[in-house]
Each structure stands twice: as C-alpha cells, then as structure tokens.
C-alpha cells in the first residue's frame, strides 16, 4: 500500500511512528488500572523474538508469526501479571524494569536466537505499513468502545481507588491480570512487526531506554483517554523529523543577516541544537518531560477536555 | 420463606481479630435480625471498623465464622462478597474522583450485569458500535438509585466536585447499585452538619424500607438512638451490651464505657 505515494524515507518515518502508536497503546491498557509497567519492551522482544523463530526457524508466513508473537507475549504477560497483582506504585515499576533485564539477559545468552550475535537475516516483511494501516484504527475502535463500557468504566474505578473498587464487587485481580496480558500481546505485536522490519535485533533493541520511551508517550498524550497514546507516540516520534526540518529551514536564512554578535551565536547554537541524533533527542525528551509534569501532568490531551468538546452527545446519552 | 424470616440476616459466632498481641476483636457473638437497623457503637477503638472488614473480607478473622442469610460466608475476596449481597460505604468516603456521579453509581450496577471479563469483551465486540442493551439498563437503574437520594440533578458533575453531604449519599448510592441485602455504614454522619444529619436518618430509614438491612456504625447518638432497632455496644474488642435503645441508655456498663467509672451515677 502506499507504494508510489511515499519515498522510502518518509515510509520508515511512518512505519516507526505507527509501531510506537501500538507500542503506547501496550502501556496504556495496564495502565488504565493504575498498573504503571516500565517492562512493555521487554514483551516486544518476547513478541519479536517469538515471531523471528517462528518465520526464521519454522518457516511460517509472517501473518502466523505475528499472530502466535503477540498470543505468547500476551501469556507471558498474565505470568508475569500475577506477581504484579501484589504490588503496586514502585515496586511494580522495578518489578517490570527487571522482567524487561531478564529478557534482556536471555536473548543475550540463548544461542538459538543468535545470543551476541544478535537475530540475523529477519525476513523484511513487505507489508508493515499496510499491517499498521489497519491494526491501529482496529486499535483505536476497541479502546473508544472500552472507554464508553462497564469494563472500561470498572478499569478506571481500579485506577482510581482499588479497595473502593474491590469492595464494589469488581474482580479486581481479573480485570488487572487481563489488562495486563492484553497490554503484553499488543506489545508482542509490535514487537513482531518491528523485528520483520529491522530484520536485525539483538539483546540491546528492546532495552529499558525503550520501556521508558513508550512510557513517555503515554505520559505526555495523555493516560486518560484512548487518543493519548496516540498522540504521544507520533508527537514524540516525529518530533525529531520536525526539528530536522526547522533546521533545514534555518540554513535558508541568508548568512549576512547572522554576522554579527548576538545573531551568529543564537544561529549557532540552534543550528547545533537541531542536529538530531540519539543522545540529544534524550536531552529533549527530558525537557519536555519536566515541562509536562509542571505544566500539564495528565498529559496533552485529557478526558475531561474531550468531554467539554462532546457536550451534546452526552446530553442525548443521557437524555 | 417463613423459616427465612426467622433467620438472621447476618449472625456472628465467636469473631476474633488480633494485631499482634492488641485484640481489634474478642470472641464477638451477635445477630442481626432481617429488615432491622442494627446499630454498633462503642469509644474510639472499640473494633468498630475492624468489625466491617471482618464482614466484607477486607480483612480475614482469625477465628470464628459469620452466617449470612444461613449460609456460610466463606469467600475470600470482598469483591465476592459484594456479589453475595453484601454493601458497605466507608467512613473517609472513597469515591472514584474522575467519574461523574452517574458512571460512579453505574460501578455498583456493574458486578451484577458484567460477572466476567468476557462478558464485558462479548458487549464490546459484538455490536461494533452504539450502546449495549445492559448498559441501557444499567443507566436506568442508576438513575433511578440518583432520583431515589436526591442526587439526579448532579448526574454529571465529577464527584470530587459534590458537597461533603452528596458525596456521604452518594457513596450510598454506588453501595446500593449492587442491590445488597445487607449494607454496613461506616459512620454516615461523620462531617455532616445537624441539618444534612436529620435528613440523614429520614435516608437510612427509606433504604431500610426497600428491604435492606442495615448495620450502622455511628457516633452521633441522636441519630443511633433514633433510628435503631437493636444496638449492641463493643468496648475493648468485646460485646458490653446488646439491646434496644432504651435498655441501651440505661445499661450501666454502657455508661460507664463512655462516660468512665467516676462518673457513673
């Protein structure tokens, strides 16, 4: 899809964006029971690596690998779930960041998948955009329809005060263990995809950084409603493109207006500045995290906001 | 049914409760008769709150049993507990901050339409769009439990917005969503002022009437005295005294639990 409409640049631009969008949406499903994982790298490489075997070593088609990538990713979340019913706030973050090491620690050692070596010679999978074109809608159907149900509405009560929910008679340990597995099988899916994409991983892709990028793309769009994560994942991810093309903009200005004191050193600076590499886009990344805190610590966007646009939709809900 | 209305609601064979060597509870024997509103008082730290986790599983005794409705209540969870028919609302009022008042009552309603995960996915994915038939149904009854208490007009509001009082009845609200059989609360006077206490007593008798039995843990004694058909008095963890208000008032051991030794006449 989309072959003569987008050169390669702008196709891996979008294709990155759009496996964030579904790498935030992992986050958020737990994380609408309060549950806050840092670990949801650690089950895209559970869903990579899991779909790598079976495309590389069982020779199924990528859409099996990726169906059986996210199921195993999703049981290994109930596993690690189960624990994580018993604790909550730090504790839970460290017990995630260290499910995320263990992972990590396995790809590096099991020879099978390439151990330091890394998984080599993925099959390129064709088709990620086209899967991203439709998994991200269906995404966003079921988490608009999980926000308007009892079962949406029960999650956010566990969010808010879980005794008052558990004592209103919701399964509390149910709905947190499914959230947690469903959030784990969307990260396996976007696992799957990204590693027939790269067509490289080794132990280090799926590193901690990136549990707490997809944690980041939630915080700043917004945990409280299901057009966060979106808007999170593709603000931050194409944040560095935006920046590379005020750059590019910024070299339009002809020189003999920068030549003198002030002008030359700000010109430097911001030209310096907008040459986005890793380290850097951190630094940013930082920044715009203290800001958010500070400024809007729900996010960008809130329910409460979209509520005050959809007033009459709401009147007639309950009218 | 006539040998049900003999049988008490909720009866309670030696309930005992320690933290560490401090008996919460000692050896608590008591019944609560169908239809009554049964009041439990006693001083701070009598076992009062300790008493209502022990019946909603929010904490497990260490020994004794509790008989609901001639049943063993044998589940573990509260939420199960809930399901059985038992309600509670809580003396630091715990609602849900972000929901409005209708979806808070609508929690309540929840555990009896959606028993499983599965049937909360089976309404989401089978009607692509637009609203499931027990989600209409539920907002109905939430309506219905809001116009009931005198809160339909605030069906919108967030309800960390509400007056103190509103969120004291709409706690009660969301506590009957669940259509108990048996609700405990935990001091529903706590922070009110004497009018929104007076309206109170009119509330508990109304939710009495549509067949619920209350268990009431209070310390305005205006509003015990008034309203109870039977007290039974904890002090240090153990029963001092059972009975109707008026033997109550008399009770010397009463007396001298609150008032002290001196002063008892």
């Known amino acids: 899809m989309f072959d003569g409409l987008l050169d390669g640049y702008t196709r891996s631009i979008l294709i990155f964006a759009g496996i964030n969008v579904v790498a935030a949406y992992s986050f958020y499903v737990p994380f609408k029971t309060g549950q806050v994982s840092l670990g949801q790298a650690g089950f895209m490489a559970v869903g990579a690596y899991t779909a790598a075997i079976m495309t590389q070593k069982f020779g199924l088609p990528f859409w099996a690998g990726f169906l059986v990538g996210g199921f195993i990713a999703g049981i290994v979340g109930v596993v690690v779930g189960f624990p994580a019913l018993r604790i909550k706030g730090i504790y839970l973050l460290l017990l995630t960041l260290g499910f995320s090491e263990i992972v990590q620690v396995i790809a590096l050692s ?6 330091a070596q890394g998984f080599r010679q993925i099959a390129f999978n064709r088709y990620t955009l086209d899967y991203l074109v439709v998994l991200i809608p269906l995404l966003i159907w079921f988490f608009a329809r999980l926000e308007r149900s009892s079962l949406g509405r029960a999650m956010d009560s566990i969010h808010q005060d879980e005794t008052a929910a558990e004592v209103m008679g919701i399964d509390v340990v149910r709905t947190k263990l499914f959230a947690f597995g469903l959030g784990a099988m969307i990260a396996g899916f976007a696992g799957a995809l990204y590693a027939h994409h790269a067509t490289f991983m080794d132990s280090s892709t799926f590193n901690i950084m990136m549990g707490v990028e997809i944690l980041m793309f939630v915080v700043v769009g917004g945990g409280s409603t299901y057009w966060g994560p979106l808007l999170g994942a593709l603000f931050l991810t194409l944040l560095p493109e935006f920046l590379r093309t005020l750059r590019e903009w910024l070299e339009l200005v002809p020189v003999s207006w920068m030549n003198f004191f002030p002008a030359n050193r700000v010109y430097d600076f911001l030209h310096e500045f907008l040459d986005f590499e890793n380290a850097k886009r951190l630094i940013v990344y930082g920044i715009i995290l203290i800001v958010m805190m500070i400024l809007r610590p729900d996010g960008m966007l809130t329910r409460d906001q979209l509520r005050r646009f959809s007033l009459p939709r709401l009147g007639r809900r309950h009218g | 049914m006539a040998e049900l209305a003999n049988e008490p609601c909720l009866a309670i064979e030696g309930l005992t409760k320690r933290f560490g060597g401090f008996y919460a509870l000692n050896d608590l024997t008591m019944a609560v008769a169908q239809g009554a509103i049964h009041a439990v008082i006693g001083p701070n730290g009598a076992g009062k709150t300790t008493f209502f986790n022990l019946i909603t599983g929010v904490l497990t005794a260490d020994t004794g049993r509790i008989v609901f409705e001639g049943r063993l209540l044998d589940e573990a969870r509260p939420s199960r507990r809930t399901v059985r028919g038992i309600a509670r609302t809580f003396q630091n009022i715990r609602l849900f901050p972000q929901l409005t008042v209708l979806e808070t009552v609508m929690i309540g309603e929840h555990c009896r339409y959606y028993p499983s995960i599965l049937k909360g996915l089976r309404d989401l994915l089978y009607r692509p769009f637009g609203e499931a038939e027990d989600e209409r149904v539920m907002r109905g009854n939430a309506l219905e439990l809001l116009e009931f208490l005198g809160l339909a007009d605030q069906r919108d509001q967030k309800a960390s917005d509400l007056p103190y009082g509103d969120q004291r009845k709409l706690e009660m609200a969301r506590a009957l969503a669940t259509r108990p059989r048996l609700l405990l609360l935990d001091e529903p006077a706590a922070g009110l002022n004497p009018h929104e206490t007076e309206h109170l007593d009119e509330v ?35 029963r001092i005294a059972d009975g109707n208000p008026r033997e109550i008032q008399d009770d010397p051991a009463v007396i001298e639990a609150y008032l002290g030794e001196d002063e008892a006449p």
């Open chain 1, 110 to 115: 099991w020879d099978y998948v390439g151990g």
């Open chain 2, 204 to 238: 508990i008798t109304r939710i009495r009437d549509r067949g619920v039995t209350i268990i009431l843990v209070e310390h305005d004694m205006g509003l015990v005295m008034g309203i109870s058909d039977r007290i039974t008095v904890l002090n240090f963890g153990t």
